[in-house]
């Protein structure tokens, strides 16, 4: 197979660039998306447990909670358990067997008796993790509840739907892929075109020195009328050598004729 021209080699090396830095951008454009997203989604998140967390403190520390009925708070309307696509579960323990049990729930969480997050139920630190519950992507946020004795008394968990987040960095991964797709083309064509143009002064030289070779002529010079860069250099000094071999050809000549 034949080697690839100069002009080939160019053009893959320009579009490989082009494409290494398309998909650089691709992965820096989407990173940061995702994260402004779902710092978004963690501060509503945490804005819920910090309206919770004083009505669930209140009801820990109430004397009359032994008489209120399990499933139940008793507190008055909040607006982050009634914010459609937040969820917010709190859950107590039983003072017995440190069991936790669900006490209150946002109106959209009847009739699920399940933690969003179980695994954050034990931990003694605010939790935020990526889980699935019934096939769909959640973010969910876990605090501790600190009863005045420095003992954990139960855990608020807010949660919100990933599936915003996922649709817009699916959608901007296809918009990327197809305009990526789009610029590579349209650098393979240009790339082409401009090497053809930048590499055309060489090709003059090389197709000139043949017609040299083919006709023994050494009175030929390359025309060049570009700026005065490597390839003007080129040029000249080629034609600066022309120039002495013609003029050593033409001595040779004449002296062969005297002899």
Partial sequence: ??????RTRLTFLYSSLLAVVILAFSAATSSVLNWTLRNQVDETLTKAIDDVHGYAMGYIL???QDSSPRGELGMPQINSLSTPGLYVQ???????SKRPFPNYASPSLLGYADSLDPEALGEDHAVRRD??????HLRVATAPLVGPD????????A???LRTVDAAIDRLLKIMLVVGALVLMASLLL?????RRVLRPIDVIAQTAQKITAADDLSRRIPYTGPNDELGQLTQTFNETLGRLERLFNAQRRFVADV
Wanted: net charge negative; aromatic share 6%.
């Fill in 62 to 64: 109430s004397p009359l």
């Fill in 191 to 195: 790339g082409d075109i401009l090497s």
């Fill in 90 to 96: 709190i859950w107590l323990y039983d003072g017995v």
């Fill in 1 to 6: 197979t034949p080697l690839m021209t100069i």
């Fill in 159 to 161: 949660a919100a739907s």
């Fill in 131 to 136: 889980v699935i519950v019934d096939n769909v």
């Fill in 150 to 157: 420095a003992e954990i008394r139960g855990h608020i968990q």
